[in-house]
């Protein structure tokens, strides 16, 4: 029998001390990771996934015919031998394991565990091939609606087996807490309740179809700037009562695995903190299943010992030869460093056993999922162990199918935030005689998901909105399209630039002698680097290569047609760019034009800020190794260069301002093309000019409009009053269309949160998230009313930069950026130090914010929002009656009743949503938020049509953790439950007593 991890030598979070000290007094290295009930076969899933038969004992027996290089090899990740650069030339999509999956662990053949492959998710199955898209998961969480959730889950689910892959990277159950966050279309929202609720449909879908789910990313990764180096500290009470919460509702409906994260969690990293890996995770949520960590989050060989039971993607901690080393020779105590306690001594077989543990872990989830049958004691054993996979469906048959479920799921998350004198819905009438005039980027350039790992590549023919509008409207009402917007600009002419000059040094780079002609000169400095991170897939490295292709100068990068990147080469321009002075004003853009890439990405000012970037993946059919947002389905709009796909950078620049750029690309097996572009400040002033003259004659004007969010950097870089404004000069355009036609309406591709300081001005906004490849059909059903929009907000959007949790309202920056960031909850240094050394969210105090999350925070100091969480609007309304409150806390908790009527005129959809106060039984020390969610439901009426509903209320959502007690207790005495259509809209409320 195996030692559990609290038994293993590890950090004690108070005080940092170490357990092995009290293992050791007592004598209990040996304690029981198997369940106490007997040897039952572990396959009696709650959620009632896999078949697997195997026993307990059965996987120990498993574990122990292993070598230890064997079981070694089932921890640290690899490449999937198929995916080999040199075996990728002759891959077919369809071929096992051809298809670029993030991850994979080999298993052992020898004894028919067959290898594990792990896709990335969490829009869908993200492979090197195309996929089904499905809509971001922030618009999943806005249908508030479990059944949603779990369709989404089934659908991924069965692509993800049918595409050979065995675990799903997602979801992604970290919270919107700040709200310019990178990923936080990636998320489920900023309640955990809400959080939990839909990532455990998820978990229940993807699992139904035999798909391991992994929880990311555990936890507190929150953010995308230094999210490899920044510390959170957090209470306990907060950790519990917000993030925490969420992963337990999706351990419950049985996760399989957890990502660990890259953050530090109370100063130790994610993949090596013993406290929330053991304490909070194995102890408290009760997670049964294998623990990974995100890609390069290990840090040190004994992340093992403290919870972490698999290295990706490669294995330099957990490789074979650190982890043979440490099992046979015992490791030596280790002295504190900044991310790591002091550690005692460890010794061989304490190693053994923690190794022993991991791979018990990985084989009980592999259990659940079917996939050990072809061993010894399985239910395809047949004489022989060979490694056995269940029957997986024919991709080609399911296309159809997930398109539709992309589509609807895409429907129900479509948030109405305002429609004045019913602007919406659109009838066909709107659009007669030229009336219906549609504008913005995403209406032509589909916005389908955010940029990074959870890019999905689309399967090819899907509608843009525009095309799905004008078919709706029908040929005999032709909609026209003004774009409003220079989505393609001109390349940045020679003026402009100029190379750098190796004396005044360049960020990042050391320039060679021989580049020191070049210094000043009109244009930038072109350099090969090095190919053999071409070859890998890598990013290329920063170290100069001159290589065959000597050094140059280009006046512009134009390399288009006949003048192309040769296959295989990687090249970098560096040098200035001078601002000149421009009638139009000071936003400019940036813009980079590839084809054919393996990637490309354009740094700003240098590497040091590299959140400052725009990069772009290969397209179409290739895996977009690195970030990709909007960028990855903005096309070109130059009917010189169609298939060019494109990325921006907005920014603002004084005449004379200089920016250093830094432009990379790397050419796969075929020449890439490349074009560096910009839009001037009077561009802008021209296309809006062109749309307002075209919006003055319309009846109705239907603009879209669009962040770009993704992995690797926050929206705004550190500047939050930036990140949340729409990119580029959206904000003019959208405020002087307004003045110039009275019904507007603004449809929203956003991934979170956007300050509109045209909202009031504008008759409709409709927010449909990044609605994935079914989007634009989506779009048209909802504008037109073919579907009755019932999506509500799962984040708030704040009324203002300054008005949102994450502000600093002690701050006295009066830096250029003039914002305070915080997180979480955690002020800064206080007066805000500008350009403080370690990261702007270094943290010097405990939480401010605490539990107060989201709306809580809104709740909590009266701020008004623009849009409160838990908004939207429908075609029809709702009435709310008849609250009744049944039960106890020792009942297991108590049943709220109540009767939702249709009072319109059309079916719609309502989410009721209970919210319940504080109680006044706790002691003050505990923090209480005003109101939180603890219950709703998404139910679809008839017009006139009422309906009861009962939702329960369990035990846990009455209490409060406690820290004092280091667990939950109950807040009993008179409390008040809310029941209405958003966090700030209490239809029917009423008080009761709870009793213990
Ligand atoms: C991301 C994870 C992702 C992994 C594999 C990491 O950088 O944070 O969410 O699953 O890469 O692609």
Do not use: P, V
């Given at each position: 029998m195996f030692p559990s991890r609290a038994q293993l030598p590890q950090a004690s979070r108070k005080g940092r001390r170490w357990r092995v000290a009290a293992v050791a007094a007592t004598g209990l290295l040996v304690a029981s990771i198997l369940p106490t009930t007997g040897d039952a076969a572990t396959t009696a899933a709650k959620s009632g996934w896999g078949q697997g038969t195997l026993t307990s004992s059965q996987l120990l027996s498993l574990v122990g015919q292993m070598t230890l290089s064997e079981e070694i090899g089932m921890v640290h990740g690899e490449g999937d031998p198929p995916n080999s650069a040199a075996a990728t030339a002759s891959c077919t999509a369809s071929a096992v394991g051809c298809v670029g999956e993030a991850g994979w662990i080999p298993g052992v053949a020898r004894l028919g565990i067959p290898p594990l492959r792990m896709t990335d998710g969490p829009a869908g199955v993200r492979l090197a091939h195309v996929e089904t898209e499905m809509p971001a998961p922030v618009g999943l969480a806005a249908s508030f609606d479990s059944a949603a959730a779990q369709q989404y889950g089934e659908t991924v689910g069965q692509a993800g087996r049918a595409t050979d892959q065995d675990v799903w990277l997602g979801p992604m159950v970290n919270e919107v807490n700040y709200p310019t966050g990178g990923r936080n279309f990636e998320t489920l929202g900023e309640d955990p309740y809400l959080a939990g609720q839909i990532a455990a449909g998820e978990v229940t879908g993807a699992q139904s179809q035999g798909l391991i789910t992994e929880l990311k990313h555990f936890i507190e990764n929150d953010f995308e700037n230094g999210r490899s180096s920044t510390n959170v500290l957090i209470d306990d009470q907060t950790l519990h009562e917000t993030e925490a919460l969420a992963f337990q509702s999706a351990i419950q409906a049985g996760a399989g695995s957890v990502m660990c994260s890259y953050n530090r969690v109370n100063y130790v990293y994610g993949c090596g903190n013993s406290t929330t890996l053991g304490e909070v995770l194995r102890e408290q949520l009760a997670f049964g299943g294998f623990v990974q960590s995100d890609w390069g989050a290990v840090h040190k060989t004994t992340d093992l010992v403290n919870g972490d039971d698999i290295e990706q993607s490669s294995g330099s901690n957990f490789s074979v030869t650190a982890l043979t080393n440490a099992v046979q020779n015992g490791t030596p105590a280790v002295a504190a460093t900044a991310d790591y306690p002091a550690y005692p001594a460890i010794s061989g077989a304490q190693w053994k056993q923690a190794l022993d543990t991991a791979v018990y872990q990985i084989l009980t989830t592999m259990n659940k999922a079917d996939l050990?049958?072809?061993?010894?004691?399985?239910?395809?054993?047949?004489g022989a162990p060979t490694p056995w996979v269940p029957a997986r469906a024919d991709l080609a048959s399911l296309q159809a199918g997930d398109a539709k479920a992309a589509e609807s799921i895409a429907e129900d998350g479509a948030t109405l935030l305002k429609n004045d004198d019913t602007v919406l819905p659109l009838a066909k009438a709107d659009a007669k005689k030229g009336g219906l005039l549609v504008m913005g980027p995403t209406a032509v350039a589909s916005y389908y998901g955010g940029g990074g790992s959870a890019h999905v590549t689309p399967y090819d023919g899907s509608v843009s909105p525009l095309t799905a509008i004008q078919a709706t409207a029908g040929a005999a009402n032709p909609v026209s399209y003004v774009p409003g917007y220079d989505l393609d600009g001109q390349l940045v002419p020679a003026s402009a630039l100029s190379a750098p000059d190796p004396a005044a040094g360049y960020p990042n780079w050391t320039l060679t002698s021989t580049d020191t002609g070049f210094a000043g000169k009109p244009g930038l400095l072109r350099q090969e680097i090095t190919t053999a991170s071409v070859a890998s897939g890598a990013q290329p490295v920063l170290d100069l290569d001159p290589g065959a292709t000597p050094d140059q100068l280009d006046g512009t990068v134009n390399y288009t047609g006949a003048s192309t990147i040769p296959a295989n080469t990687a090249f970098r321009w560096s040098g200035l760019l001078t601002a000149p002075a421009n009638p139009g004003g000071t936003n400019w853009q940036l813009k980079v034009f590839v084809g054919n890439q393996t990637s490309s990405q354009l740094f700003v000012d240098g590497l040091a800020t590299a959140q400052r970037r725009v990069s772009i993946g290969a397209y179409p059919k290739a895996p977009s190794s690195s970030y990709a947002g909007l960028s990855e389905t903005a096309r070109s709009h130059d009917p010189a260069n169609p298939a060019l796909q494109q990325a921006s950078y907005s920014t603002t620049l004084t005449a004379g301002q200089q920016i250093h750029l830094d432009l990379r690309v790397v050419a796969g097996a075929s020449p890439a093309q490349i074009q560096l572009r910009w839009v001037p400040p009077d561009n802008q002033a021209a296309a809006i000019n062109q749309a307002v003259a075209a919006a003055k004659t319309a009846k109705k004007v239907v603009l879209f409009a669009y962040d770009d969010g993704q992995e690797g950097s926050d929206r705004g870089g550190s500047d939050q009053a930036a990140g949340l404004q729409l990119p580029g000069y959206q904000n003019d355009l959208i405020g002087a269309v307004a003045a110039a036609n009275p019904n507007t309406v603004v449809v929203l591709n956003t991934g979170d949160a956007v300050l509109m300081p045209w909202a009031s001005a504008v008759k409709g906004i409709l927010e449909m998230w990044y609605p994935g490849q079914e989007g634009g059909t989506a779009t048209a059903n909802v504008l037109f009313g073919k579907v009755n929009p019932g999506g509500k907000l799962p984040i708030t959007f704040p009324a203002s930069a300054t008005q949102q949790p994450m502000y600093d309202p002690n701050c006295t920056d009066t830096s250029a950026t003039g914002n305070c960031p915080m997180y979480p909850g955690v002020v800064g240094p206080s007066p805000y130090v500008a350009g403080a050394t370690t990261s702007y969210r270094t943290i010097t105090g405990m939480s401010v914010n605490g539990i107060y999350e989201g709306y809580r925070w809104y709740d909590e100091h009266g701020v008004q929002p623009l849009f409160p969480f838990g908004y939207g609007l429908s075609y029809t309304s709702f009435s709310y009656s008849k609250l009744s409150i049944k039960g106890s806390a020792s009942a297991s908790g108590v049943d709220v009743t109540f009767t939702v009527t249709n009072t319109g005129s059309v079916k719609g959809s309502a989410t009721p949503q209970v919210y319940i106060g504080p109680s006044p039984d706790l002691p003050g020390s505990v923090q209480q938020a005003l109101r939180k969610l603890v219950g709703f439901s998404r139910i679809t009426l008839a017009a006139g049509a009422s309906q009861a509903v009962t939702l329960h209320i369990n035990q846990q959502q009455l209490s409060s953790w406690a820290d004092a007690a280091n667990n939950w207790i109950v807040g009993t005495g008179d409390r008040t439950v809310y029941v209405g259509s958003d966090s700030r809209d209490p239809r029917v409320q009423k008080g009761f007593t709870l009793k213990s």
């Open positions: 050990l049958e072809g061993t010894q004691y399985g239910s395809h054993f047949t």
